[in-house]
C-alpha cells in the first residue's frame, strides 16, 4: 500500500509502499486518513431545503436511492454540511466491501479517523479524476481534505485486538473487584476475631483477677485453672478423690459395706461392715490394683479393715486402722 507520512506543518516526513501488516508498525501515528480507489465511492451534489438533522439524513437517502444500483441499506451513505446556496455533496459505497476493507486496516492496527472518497481528495481542476494517487508524492496528496468522510462512528469495526484488549480490560475489572471483596471480607473477619478476642480477655478477667496482663488468654485461663485446682487438692495422683475412686474400683466387693473410712498421710483406711462376701483370689486382687498403680493391705490386727496407698508410697503402720 503505497503512503505517505506528513508533519503537522504539512512537510512530507516519510513515503513509500509497505505490507499493509507492516505499515501499522513502520508509521505509529494516531490519525489516518484513507483514500479510495477512485471507482470505489460515487459522489454527487443535490439541492436540500434547510432540515432538522434527522429529517436532512432521511432527505440525504431520499436523493441517493433513485440514483444508487443497491437498495440503500445496502450502502454507506455519507454527506457533508449544506452549503448557503442549499448545495449539500453526497457520497456512497457498498457497505459490506467498505466494511470488511476497515476491518481489515483495523486489524493491522490502522485506526482511520477518515475515508475519503477519491474524487473529494483532489486539489480543485484536477484532470486525473480516475487516475489513483500514485508515488512519487505530488502536489495530488497535498490537497486538503473534507472534514466529513465515509468513516462514521457507527460503523467503526472493532478490532481482534481491541477485542482481546476488552476483554482482558473485562478480566481485570472482574479481578479487581473479586479482590476488593476478599479485602472486605477479610476486614470482617479480623474485626470478628478482634471482637472474640476481646470478650475472652474479659472472660478470663473476671474468672481470674489474679491476672494482669492478658496476652494468651485460653493458656492463661488453664493455667490459672491448674494452680487453683492444686490448692484445692483435686489435682495431683496422689490425692484424696484419686485414691478413693482407685480404691472404690479394685475393692468393688465392699460396696455397701464400708463403716469407716480415715484417710491420713497418703494412705487411705477402710474398715468394712461384717456381711461383705471377701475375694477369693487376693492375687487377682492385688494384681488389679498393680495395674491402677495403687497397692493393698489387709490389716493382720484388725478385722475387716484394709490399707489403700499409691504403689512406692510407704508402708502404714501394723496395728492402727
Request: with cysteine; aromatic share 6%; charged share 20%.
Amino acid at each position: 500500500m503505497a503512503f505517505a507520512l506528513f508533519g503537522r506543518d504539512g512537510s512530507l516526513l516519510r513515503s513509500g509502499e509497505l505490507p499493509l501488516e507492516e505499515l501499522a508498525r513502520a508509521v505509529p501515528v494516531d490519525r489516518v486518513e484513507a483514500i479510495l480507489h477512485p471507482h470505489d465511492a460515487i459522489v454527487v451534489t443535490a439541492q436540500l431545503p434547510p432540515l432538522p438533522a434527522k429529517r436532512l439524513d432521511e432527505a440525504v437517502h431520499g436523493c441517493v436511492e433513485p440514483l444508487a444500483l443497491s437498495d440503500t441499506a445496502e450502502l454507506c451513505i455519507a454527506y457533508g454540511p449544506r452549503a448557503a446556496d442549499g448545495s449539500i455533496c453526497i457520497a456512497w459505497t457498498g457497505r459490506q466491501a467498505l466494511l470488511n476493507a476497515w476491518r481489515r486496516l483495523a486489524d493491522a492496527g490502522l485506526r482511520l479517523t477518515a475515508i475519503v472518497p477519491h474524487a473529494l481528495a483532489l486539489p480543485a481542476g484536477d484532470p486525473g479524476t480516475d487516475q489513483a494517487l500514485a508515488l512519487p508524492v505530488d502536489a495530488r496528496w497535498r490537497a486538503a481534505l473534507p472534514r466529513w468522510s465515509l468513516a462514521r462512528p457507527e460503523w467503526r469495526p472493532v478490532s481482534s485486538t481491541h477485542r482481546w484488549r476488552g476483554a482482558a480490560r473485562w478480566a481485570g475489572a472482574a479481578a479487581l473487584l473479586w479482590l476488593l471483596g476478599l479485602n472486605i471480607y477479610a476486614a470482617q473477619l479480623r474485626g470478628e476475631v478482634r471482637d472474640v478476642q476481646a470478650s475472652t480477655e474479659r472472660a478470663v478477667r473476671a474468672a481470674f483477677p489474679s491476672i494482669g496482663i492478658v496476652i494468651d488468654p485460653v493458656r492463661q485461663a488453664q493455667s490459672a485453672r491448674d494452680r487453683l485446682r492444686l490448692a484445692n487438692g483435686t489435682a495431683r495422683a496422689d490425692d484424696f478423690m484419686p485414691l478413693v475412686l482407685g480404691a472404690a474400683q479394685v475393692l468393688d466387693f465392699a460396696a455397701g459395706h464400708v463403716a469407716a473410712l480415715r484417710y491420713e498421710k497418703e494412705v487411705l483406711t477402710l474398715v468394712l461392715a461384717p456381711g461383705y462376701e471377701p475375694p477369693a483370689n487376693e492375687a487377682a486382687l492385688h494384681q488389679a490394683a498393680a495395674a491402677r498403680s495403687l497397692a493393698l493391705q489387709k490389716d493382720d490386727d484388725a478385722a475387716h479393715t484394709w490399707h489403700v496407698r499409691r504403689a512406692g508410697s510407704r508402708e502404714p503402720a501394723r496395728g492402727g486402722s
